[in-house]
């Protein structure tokens, strides 16, 4: 038996971007056409939020499965024996020693774009959310690029950035501790500023600050500064989405247009546990 797109209900979430759908259980994974229409709500809104689910490992895998092939990420902690559905906690640790929360992910940016074929799609599912704070909030690079003067768009089409796990350039804060091997087989990536979306065919500022070495034929400094500018004009409020946790979520972005932002400004004590599963991409171009 699978989900059908029968009974749903679509309410958009932001003026930007996002939009959440209601009336689904995903204790059956979605039919063929009942991806469809989530791919095409997703693809339209960059954030697609699945409300009110309460489902195992495996029936998230399930229906994230039908969005693409869920890929395996062995730096981060995982469920019991689902290496694709990986764990956010507000347990997490980094290994500074002064037991601080890690937020990962807590400056702007798209995920795992030191990869040469970075995932498409990221999806959490809040299964223990905070009553206040641990919001993650969500710019749309589609309309960040949008926005600029063409005279400027231009120019930064013909860019292109070395991005690297751990940049040699940049001093980023806390992270999660990385095996000399993983970051040994990781070797630096070339992408293009502004990458042309293979599915929507529109052009998207294409950005992730603390993985960003440098900018190819440009002057450290100069890059760094760029992207900076880049990153304060892309996180204005006209092109921001922020997401309130409900327990049960689960909330899709496409991170292929857009940079998020995770909050750890819940309280301590707070519990935040969300389970995490990426879905394969392309090179960008
Ligand atoms: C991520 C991420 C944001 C959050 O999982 O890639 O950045 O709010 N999470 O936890
Ligand atoms: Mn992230």
Redesign the pocket.
Known sequence: MSATAGDIAFTKLGGVMAIAVEGLDLHHAPDAELAKTLRRALLDNLVLCIRGQSIGPGAYLATIATFGEPLVRPEIPHVSGYPAVTT?SSDDRDTKGDGKRL????HW?S?DTFMAKPCSL?C?YGIEVPDTG????FANMYAAYEALPPAERRHLDTLRVVHMMKPASRAVGRTRTIAPELLAARPPVVHPLVRTHPETGRKALYISRNRMDHIVDMEIAAGHQLIDDLVAHATQPQFCYR?K?RRGDIVIWDDRCTM????GDYPEGAR?F?N?I?VAGDAPY
């Not at 937020?103 to 807590?106: C, D, E, F, P, Q």
């Not at 998020?260 to 909050?263: D, S, V």
């Open positions: 956010l937020i990962a992910g807590s940016h995920d990221t959490l641990g919001d993650t909030e997401h946790w998020h932002k995770a909050n935040r969300m995490r990426i």
